[in-house]
């Protein structure tokens, strides 16, 4: 009895009483290095810094997938996208998120933290992107939400409301516009207010149910970080890294406004918040994109530049301020632990992967938690990281036989490893410490004891991971042009139902 | 009258009674990546990240060389390299610095900053590495410091008080022991306590100036960061990037007991103090060596991972605490502004490369002062930085002809500008924009109207650098072993000199 006592004060303190609310802030394709606390030298995130300063952060926190779809997924559902079907077998390793051709979304077996969090009477609300669906049966007021401002898929076009449908932008269940035509970004300036109206939807919520004796789950999730880059007049040409540099320093007025928001309310010391992102950053992008700080490559890929990213964990009085921790964290440990504070059991009838964060983030002392961190890339695990080291399984930069393109990787070249073409090293695999050796250049020789030292841990967990794995489903492999967003829910009030073409399902086709 | 007492009062806040006490610490080898501040993952540096919170950051600081001793004589004279002879002509855009075989030294003609500061009855003292040359003649004591207490040289060897005598540690103008033997280093696991000598030195002499009515300079310059690294037993084993990180946590250790101690003596509102590195990473020691964050190559070159550097003023009640700065700044500077401080004039009678930052440290909402950054390479103008705009004229990595050996670079490959061998492009400088791309991966088109534009600004400036230079007799061609530190001065007293050797002058092989 004591003990019990003991167990759920160390977990849940200062909220005997009522579990507290929750915001979850997921940036899109922003890099571990785009943060002034994580060294940006543009610096540009005063408020996200002084959150860090007032939080913790997290220098080993990492994404469950370099995509944005099957990173949400795995946030969602605290599992990774091979158990909970966000990958594709079309080809083997590749990388598969939800355009809107996609036939499928997430699975009706899976269940989702904002269902899960109903359980202790949380109202819950997602503003921003989606992505995990955008037929009918996947939106998120289907899936667990109570509310919903935001898309189901990526703002990005080409849209053209001929060939393909512009993207709706939803209200709760039905559509209120599209993207490029009722919510403008303007293609040549990159200038939009969109972000604004995802900050005001969020502070509305946040205020309004302030007053109700119900917790709440806010996931707070734009896209303006993402290719091509949107900021409002009030950020627009204010970085000096460029479009992309305005959008991060918009984000960074928004974190500021909602942790401002809670205090403003006084609901600070009863609110858990962590900010995060889905990727790394787009490299790809070139001099537009994000940084990726010291770490190899970017988005798509499973090196550290792929899913290294920024991780800062707000709780004012229950996370100690200003403290650093090198606790492996992963995107699906936000749904374990956003569970246990709320004091729901997460589903024990299924393989849940995000561990329960909540004893090293209330206390400083606390002992790391000892847990892998799985990189893959579609149906392949790539790689995994076990305390210092990372062992690849396999490796993948991208398509192409021209040696000075490194789409991903550009600038970086380290030899056997920024690879063109799918490279099995499942006999031995190629082994880094990311702690010595974080840009991941320096590989660890096969023969020395080190090696064998690393792999006699590594080894045996892979072993076990693998037989205990049952792949889902895959949900990323359908696609038809009829599925498009042609006539979304509540078009027909709007007059903005577009005529819906032949079904003709096939194969996605994913590059890499 | 009254403007000029305006000008005074800008300058000097709080101070019109006497000039501020001044510690420059200069780190070795550390790279602009390396403390937390600055991004670390391995977040090593409280004290330093401290000291940033309370005082200002520099983003874009930069030494004057990518090695050692240029970069410490142009911090001791205001003065580029090329001018005051720390470079070599013995091949073109040599690296070159100051062994124990090295005939000459700083140049007489040279005037440097505590002799200057003698003007401002300043009472100077350097703990650690001087380097500038370490025949008797060219030792701190007999320019200008009225204290010394390292050596003349780099700690590391071979020596064997054979072939070669192991390096002298003195206390003012006598030798009182040598490395390895009296100051010992444990080769095998770099254990040592020199670091804390260093520092009890710093804080003995801060505590007896404090009583003092004359102000003090002290020029604080360990060398535990250098390769090969050692720290002492308090943090040998503790860092987990290995020993190099043990180093890094026992310079901020001592970082944080020297500011400490100003507190302590309640004379750190009289006391301005920067933090730098006097070059960048040495990424030639792969997984042991230090970080330079997302800038390209290291230690040696004259691309931004070789000269970016820590930089962070401190100074409560003058220096706005929590700011940072996009201000160019550079070693050279800390000449200039200390000078400005202590209300001395630099010299007149010479050029002088180094800028008075003190309308940046002391008002945050002063204009940028726009200046250029140089990089040379012994005799050569290799690049230049203008606003955010860095034109390369000449570029190269190192010597060799594996194309995948790339020993400063290692890791980073971009096409035609990690070269290995000298490439001119002085007809078309290579253009990069440091703001949006500070890995220098991503060339400007000199087909685009950007770059004509950035050239138009900068090529005039290079000019007239060109026109107005006078290079000054290079000090670093000669070479002897007669002129090793076999007979330092006070040998005598310790029994402890070796026999010389025949004089054999020759030129210096500098290999890259
Ligand atoms: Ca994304
Ligand atoms: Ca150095």
Redesign the interface.
């Known amino acids: 009895m004591h003990s019990k006592l003991l167990f759920f004060c160390l977990l849940i303190p200062s909220t005997l009483s009522s579990p507290p609310n929750i915001i979850i802030m997921l940036m899109d394709d922003m890099g571990w290095?785009d943060v002034?606390?994580?060294?940006?030298?543009?610096?540009e995130t005063p408020n996200i810094d002084k959150m860090a300063a007032e939080g913790m952060?997290f220098?080993?926190f990492y994404t469950a997938n370099p995509l944005c779809s099957p990173s949400r997924a795995a946030l969602m559902t605290g599992r990774l996208p091979i158990r909970n079907g966000f990958y594709s077998t079309n080809a083997h390793a590749r990388n598969a998120y939800t355009p809107q051709t996609l036939v499928n979304g997430i699975h009706e077996y899976e269940e989702l933290l904002p269902k899960l969090l109903k359980q202790a009477d949380y109202k819950s609300k997602i503003i921003g992107k989606w992505h995990l669906g955008h037929r009918r049966q996947f939106l998120p007021c289907n899936r667990g939400f109570d509310e919903f401002f935001g898309s189901g898929n990526c703002h990005f076009g080409p849209f053209d409301d001929e060939k393909t449908p512009n993207i709706p932008v939803y209200k709760n269940d039905k559509m209120v516009g599209r993207y490029y035509t009722n919510f403008t970004i303007f293609k040549g300036t990159g200038e939009s207010n969109i972000s604004q109206i995802f900050l005001a939807e969020g502070l509305s919520f946040i205020e309004t149910q302030s007053v109700s004796k119900n917790p709440f789950f806010l996931y707070w999730t734009p896209d303006a970080t993402h290719d091509p880059n949107y900021a409002s007049p009030m950020f627009h040409g204010k970085s000096?890294?460029?479009r992309y540099g305005d959008a991060v320093m918009e984000m960074d007025y928004c974190v500021g406004k909602i942790l401002e928001k809670l205090k403003e309310l006084k609901i600070e010391q009863n609110t858990f918040v962590f900010f995060t992102s889905d990727n790394g950053a787009a490299t790809y992008r070139?001099?537009?994109g994000g940084?990726?700080?010291?770490f190899?490559c970017g988005k798509e890929t499973t090196y550290e530049g792929g899913m290294r990213e920024p991780g800062i964990a707000w709780w004012p009085g229950s996370i100690p301020a200003g403290t650093?921790t090198?606790q492996l964290g992963n995107i699906m440990d936000l749904f374990t632990t956003s569970l246990t504070l709320a004091g729901v059991k997460p589903p024990q009838d299924r393989i849940i992967d995000g561990i329960d964060l909540s004893p090293v983030l209330l206390d400083q002392r606390a002992p790391i938690i000892d847990r892998p961190i799985w990189y893959y890339r579609g149906n392949e695990m790539m790689a995994v990281r076990v305390g210092?080291y990372k062992a690849h399984y396999w490796m993948w930069t991208e398509f192409g036989n021209d040696p000075?393109k490194f789409t991903f990787c550009?600038?970086?070249?380290?030899?056997n490893v920024t690879v063109h073409d799918q490279i099995n090293n499942t006999e031995q695999p190629i082994l880094f410490?990311v702690?010595?050796?974080?840009?991941?250049?320096?590989i660890v020789s096969p023969k020395s004891r080190e090696y064998k030292t690393a792999m006699a841990i590594i080894d045996p967990i892979v072993k076990a991971h693998k037989e205990a794995l049952e792949p889902g489903v895959p949900s990323l492999n359908y696609c038809d042009v009829a599925v498009q967003n042609w006539a979304p829910p509540g078009c027909e009030e709007l007059n903005y139902c577009l005529p819906v073409p032949e079904s003709n399902p096939k194969l996605c086709v994913w590059d890499h």
């Open positions: 290095g002034g606390v994580n060294g940006n030298w543009a610096k952060l220098m080993d000096i890294r460029g070139r001099r537009d940084d990726n700080g010291p190899l650093i090198h210092a000075l550009r600038g970086q070249y380290i030899q410490n702690n010595r050796d974080p840009g991941e250049k320096y």
